[in-house]
């Protein structure tokens, strides 16, 4: 962790910004620009309680800045691509998630935010930005709405009498 810390520093800085990084990114072929990528996230997953803040606080910038390395860094470089739910129908939750998100809704959605989040629970085939766009377009027609609402009425809510 030291090693890639000060590899890391002394190619990037102590303080690196995200454009910095890209930038000096791109001075790189493209094994050296992804083993870096890597190393950034073995460092932030691995050992982000022991980075210095300044470092620990460009980590968090970039991750979001970034979201599809860290995405496919968890999804494919860990074990939590075999701990993520295999949802039951994956197809529907898409729709219900696009109203459950805008339904009274001041502003703009992330939907790439909303669909790395869903890549990190959910074992969708999809990558970050066709799952995104997904989301994006799943308005729902009056035949998925009515399946929702079929599954709706299935679900006991117990713990209430009358309920």
């Known amino acids: ?9 002394s190619l990037f800085g102590t303080a690196p910004t995200c454009a910095s990084f890209d930038g000096k990114l791109l001075t790189f072929d493209e094994a050296t620009r992804e ?3 890597i190393g950034l996230c073995r460092l932030t997953f691995g ?4 980075l210095p803040p300044v470092f620990r606080s460009f980590a968090d910038k970039y991750m979001k800045h970034d979201r599809h390395l860290y995405t496919e860094y968890l999804t494919c470089h860990t074990g939590l691509s075999r701990l993520r739910y295999p949802l ?8 219900l998630l696009h109203i459950l998100e805008n339904a009274d809704r001041r502003g703009r959605i992330s939907y790439h935010q909303l669909a ?4 990190l629970a959910f074992d969708y085939p999809y990558k970050l930005n066709t799952l995104g766009e997904k989301i994006a377009r799943a308005v729902p027609d ?4 009515r399946d929702i ?3 709706v009425a299935l679900v006991r ?7």
């Open 149 to 151: 609402l079929d599954l």
């Open 47 to 50: 050992y982000y309680d022991r």
């Open 35 to 37: 083993k870096y990528r």
């Open 142 to 145: 009056a035949e998925t709405v």
């Open 157 to 163: 809510i117990g713990g209430d009498e009358g309920l």
């Open 1 to 9: 962790m030291k090693k890639l810390l000060k590899e890391m520093q």
């Open 88 to 95: 039951h129908n994956p197809e529907l939750l898409i729709p």
């Open 116 to 119: 790395a989040s869903l890549l």
